[in-house]
Protein backbone atom coordinates (compact mmCIF):
# COMPACT_ATOMS: atom_id res chain seq x y z
CA UNK A 1 0.00 0.00 0.00
CA UNK A 2 1.15 3.69 -0.55
CA UNK A 3 0.42 6.75 1.80
CA UNK A 4 0.02 10.02 -0.28
CA UNK A 5 -0.75 13.57 0.75
CA UNK A 6 -2.17 16.41 -1.63
CA UNK A 7 -2.51 20.00 -1.50
CA UNK A 8 -5.24 21.95 -2.58
CA UNK A 9 -7.40 25.34 -1.90
CA UNK A 10 -10.72 25.51 -0.96
CA UNK A 11 -13.78 27.98 -1.41
CA UNK A 12 -13.27 30.02 1.90
CA UNK A 13 -17.38 29.78 2.29
CA UNK A 14 -19.33 28.51 5.63
CA UNK A 15 -20.68 25.33 5.27
CA UNK A 16 -24.57 25.49 4.47
CA UNK A 17 -24.32 28.53 2.44
CA UNK A 18 -25.43 28.77 -0.82
CA UNK A 19 -22.97 29.36 -4.03
CA UNK A 20 -23.87 31.70 -7.20
CA UNK A 21 -20.88 31.31 -9.03
CA UNK A 22 -18.48 28.46 -9.58
CA UNK A 23 -15.82 27.46 -7.19
CA UNK A 24 -13.65 27.70 -9.91
CA UNK A 25 -13.70 29.60 -13.19
CA UNK A 26 -13.47 28.11 -15.87
CA UNK A 27 -10.04 27.94 -17.76
CA UNK A 28 -9.94 29.94 -21.23
CA UNK A 29 -9.22 27.25 -24.07
CA UNK A 30 -6.08 26.02 -24.83
CA UNK A 31 -5.10 26.50 -20.74
CA UNK A 32 -5.88 23.39 -18.78
CA UNK A 33 -6.46 23.30 -15.48
CA UNK A 34 -3.63 22.85 -13.23
CA UNK A 35 -3.25 19.03 -11.97
CA UNK A 36 -3.54 18.37 -8.10
CA UNK A 37 0.07 17.52 -6.97
CA UNK A 38 0.16 14.52 -4.91
CA UNK A 39 3.31 13.28 -2.74
CA UNK A 40 4.19 9.41 -1.82
CA UNK A 41 4.89 9.25 2.23
CA UNK A 42 5.89 6.28 2.49
CA UNK A 43 4.70 2.55 1.10
CA UNK A 44 3.08 0.50 3.90
CA UNK A 45 1.79 -3.17 4.72
CA UNK A 46 -1.38 -4.40 4.82
CA UNK A 47 -2.97 -3.46 8.25
CA UNK A 48 -1.11 -0.16 9.15
CA UNK A 49 -3.25 2.29 10.57
CA UNK A 50 -3.41 5.64 9.50
CA UNK A 51 -2.19 7.88 8.23
CA UNK A 52 -3.40 11.02 10.19
CA UNK A 53 -2.54 14.39 9.56
CA UNK A 54 -1.75 17.82 11.68
CA UNK A 55 -0.45 21.31 10.39
CA UNK A 56 0.25 23.89 12.39
CA UNK A 57 -1.45 26.87 12.16
CA UNK A 58 1.43 29.13 13.12
CA UNK A 59 4.71 27.96 12.27
CA UNK A 60 3.35 26.25 8.91
CA UNK A 61 4.39 22.87 8.15
CA UNK A 62 2.60 19.47 9.04
CA UNK A 63 3.08 15.63 9.99
CA UNK A 64 1.97 12.47 9.30
CA UNK A 65 1.23 10.03 11.57
CA UNK A 66 0.77 5.97 11.46
CA UNK A 67 0.99 2.60 13.69
CA UNK A 68 2.49 -0.09 10.94
CA UNK A 69 2.40 -3.89 11.89
CA UNK A 70 6.33 -5.22 13.44
CA UNK A 71 7.03 -8.78 11.75
CA UNK A 72 7.47 -10.14 15.45
CA UNK A 73 4.41 -8.77 16.80
CA UNK A 74 3.34 -5.07 18.08
CA UNK A 75 3.32 -1.79 15.94
CA UNK A 76 5.63 1.08 15.41
CA UNK A 77 4.70 4.59 15.22
CA UNK A 78 6.00 6.46 12.38
CA UNK A 79 6.42 10.00 11.72
CA UNK A 80 6.70 12.04 8.72
CA UNK A 81 6.83 15.61 8.24
CA UNK A 82 5.50 17.59 5.58
CA UNK A 83 6.06 21.26 3.94
CA UNK A 84 3.19 23.55 3.30
CA UNK A 85 2.77 21.82 0.24
CA UNK A 86 2.35 18.32 1.94
CA UNK A 87 5.54 17.34 0.44
CA UNK A 88 8.15 15.20 2.76
CA UNK A 89 11.07 17.22 4.18
CA UNK A 90 12.77 13.16 5.10
CA UNK A 91 11.91 9.59 4.51
CA UNK A 92 9.74 8.86 7.65
CA UNK A 93 11.02 8.31 11.21
CA UNK A 94 10.05 5.70 13.84
CA UNK A 95 9.17 7.47 16.90
CA UNK A 96 8.17 4.80 19.39
CA UNK A 97 7.71 1.02 19.41
CA UNK A 98 4.39 -0.84 20.80
CA UNK A 99 4.57 -4.64 21.97
CA UNK A 100 0.93 -5.14 21.27
CA UNK A 101 -1.74 -3.56 19.30
CA UNK A 102 -2.98 0.06 18.79
CA UNK A 103 -6.58 1.12 19.26
CA UNK A 104 -6.21 4.36 17.93
CA UNK A 105 -4.45 7.12 17.02
CA UNK A 106 -3.94 11.17 16.77
CA UNK A 107 -1.75 13.88 15.60
CA UNK A 108 -2.36 17.37 17.04
CA UNK A 109 -0.41 20.77 16.34
CA UNK A 110 0.50 21.96 20.00
CA UNK A 111 2.58 25.04 20.75
CA UNK A 112 6.04 23.10 20.89
CA UNK A 113 5.26 21.20 17.91
CA UNK A 114 3.21 18.31 17.42
CA UNK A 115 1.69 15.69 19.68
CA UNK A 116 1.22 11.94 18.78
CA UNK A 117 -1.06 9.91 21.18
CA UNK A 118 -2.41 5.91 21.17
CA UNK A 119 -4.25 3.88 23.01
CA UNK A 120 -3.59 0.25 23.68
CA UNK A 121 -5.22 -2.43 24.66
CA UNK A 122 -4.43 -3.51 28.54
CA UNK A 123 -4.31 -7.01 30.44
CA UNK A 124 -8.08 -8.38 30.78
CA UNK A 125 -9.28 -5.98 30.93
CA UNK A 126 -8.04 -1.99 30.84
CA UNK A 127 -6.38 -0.22 28.95
CA UNK A 128 -3.20 2.51 28.37
CA UNK A 129 -2.89 5.97 26.50
CA UNK A 130 0.43 6.42 25.44
CA UNK A 131 1.38 10.31 24.07
CA UNK A 132 5.01 11.73 22.31
CA UNK A 133 5.77 15.25 21.37
CA UNK A 134 7.78 15.47 17.87
CA UNK A 135 9.31 18.80 16.40
CA UNK A 136 8.42 20.21 13.04
CA UNK A 137 11.00 17.81 11.64
CA UNK A 138 8.85 15.15 13.02
CA UNK A 139 12.12 14.20 15.69
CA UNK A 140 11.23 13.10 19.21
CA UNK A 141 11.49 15.85 21.92
CA UNK A 142 11.68 13.31 24.22
CA UNK A 143 10.44 9.18 25.04
CA UNK A 144 6.64 8.07 24.92
CA UNK A 145 5.07 7.64 28.10
CA UNK A 146 1.79 6.26 29.93
CA UNK A 147 -0.94 9.34 30.18
CA UNK A 148 -2.48 6.81 31.68
CA UNK A 149 -2.63 2.76 32.38
CA UNK A 150 -4.66 0.83 34.31
CA UNK A 151 -8.15 -1.40 34.32
CA UNK A 152 -10.56 0.27 32.62
CA UNK A 153 -10.33 0.76 29.01
CA UNK A 154 -9.46 3.99 26.49
CA UNK A 155 -12.51 4.43 24.90
CA UNK A 156 -12.12 8.17 23.27
CA UNK A 157 -9.11 10.94 23.55
CA UNK A 158 -7.73 14.28 22.43
CA UNK A 159 -5.21 16.68 22.45
CA UNK A 160 -5.59 19.90 22.30
CA UNK A 161 -3.40 23.21 22.18
CA UNK A 162 -3.14 25.50 25.39
CA UNK A 163 -1.17 28.82 26.39
CA UNK A 164 1.08 26.63 28.75
CA UNK A 165 1.74 23.61 25.64
CA UNK A 166 -0.96 21.38 25.41
CA UNK A 167 -4.38 19.29 27.45
CA UNK A 168 -4.79 15.79 27.04
CA UNK A 169 -8.58 14.65 27.77
CA UNK A 170 -9.78 11.02 27.88
CA UNK A 171 -12.41 8.84 28.75
CA UNK A 172 -12.27 6.04 30.72
CA UNK A 173 -15.08 3.19 30.95
CA UNK A 174 -16.22 3.25 34.50
CA UNK A 175 -19.12 0.78 33.27
CA UNK A 176 -20.91 -0.44 30.41
CA UNK A 177 -22.81 2.30 28.93
CA UNK A 178 -20.95 5.36 31.27
CA UNK A 179 -17.03 6.73 31.05
CA UNK A 180 -15.35 9.45 33.45
CA UNK A 181 -13.41 11.91 31.49
CA UNK A 182 -10.37 13.11 32.76
CA UNK A 183 -7.33 15.64 31.66
CA UNK A 184 -3.20 15.92 31.81
CA UNK A 185 -1.69 19.70 31.13
CA UNK A 186 1.48 18.89 29.44
CA UNK A 187 4.27 21.76 28.95
CA UNK A 188 5.71 22.89 25.46
CA UNK A 189 7.90 19.38 25.24
CA UNK A 190 5.10 17.62 25.42
CA UNK A 191 5.89 16.35 28.99
CA UNK A 192 3.28 16.32 32.21
CA UNK A 193 2.76 18.83 34.30
CA UNK A 194 1.10 17.75 37.42
CA UNK A 195 -1.00 14.56 37.47
CA UNK A 196 -4.49 13.67 36.04
CA UNK A 197 -7.31 15.65 37.24
CA UNK A 198 -10.82 13.86 37.17
CA UNK A 199 -13.25 16.32 34.97
CA UNK A 200 -16.76 14.45 35.35
CA UNK A 201 -18.15 11.32 36.24
CA UNK A 202 -21.01 9.11 34.45
CA UNK A 203 -21.08 10.71 31.06
CA UNK A 204 -22.10 8.72 27.59
CA UNK A 205 -21.08 11.47 24.79
CA UNK A 206 -18.05 13.95 25.07
CA UNK A 207 -16.07 16.11 22.83
CA UNK A 208 -13.47 18.86 23.30
CA UNK A 209 -12.16 22.24 22.31
CA UNK A 210 -9.18 24.56 22.50
CA UNK A 211 -10.55 27.55 24.73
CA UNK A 212 -8.79 30.97 25.65
CA UNK A 213 -8.41 29.96 29.12
CA UNK A 214 -7.79 26.18 28.03
CA UNK A 215 -10.59 23.88 27.04
CA UNK A 216 -14.28 23.56 26.74
CA UNK A 217 -15.69 19.78 27.09
CA UNK A 218 -19.46 19.14 25.51
CA UNK A 219 -20.72 16.60 28.12
CA UNK A 220 -23.89 14.75 27.51
CA UNK A 221 -24.47 12.74 31.00
CA UNK A 222 -26.37 9.26 31.51
CA UNK A 223 -29.33 10.72 32.54
CA UNK A 224 -29.63 12.99 29.75
CA UNK A 225 -27.85 16.66 30.24
CA UNK A 226 -26.17 18.69 28.00
CA UNK A 227 -23.44 21.08 29.69
CA UNK A 228 -20.29 22.67 28.78
CA UNK A 229 -17.37 22.30 31.40
CA UNK A 230 -13.93 23.93 30.98
CA UNK A 231 -10.64 23.67 32.03
CA UNK A 232 -8.04 25.69 32.67
CA UNK A 233 -4.19 25.13 31.10
CA UNK A 234 -3.42 23.45 34.40
CA UNK A 235 -6.43 20.47 33.48
CA UNK A 236 -8.42 22.21 36.82
CA UNK A 237 -12.09 22.77 36.29
CA UNK A 238 -13.47 26.34 36.10
CA UNK A 239 -16.51 26.06 38.38
CA UNK A 240 -19.35 24.25 37.72
CA UNK A 241 -20.53 22.61 34.62
CA UNK A 242 -22.42 25.19 32.84
CA UNK A 243 -26.49 23.52 31.25
CA UNK A 244 -27.07 23.82 27.84
Not at 198 to 203: A, G, S
Request: proline share 9%.
Amino acid sequence: LALGAFACGGSGKPVGTSVDEPHVKPHPPGHPAPSIASHLIASVADGTLGPFFARSPDKGGAVAAYASRLPEGGRQIVVASLDDHAVPHSPPRVVATTTGEVDALIARAVLGGFVIAWSAPGENPGGALKLIEVDAAGLPRGDAFDVARGDREIVWFEVVPSSRGALCVWAEQSSKTEATILALSLDDRGKPRGVPSQVVRNVVGWQAVATARGAALAIRTAAGALTIQEIDADAQPLGAPTPV
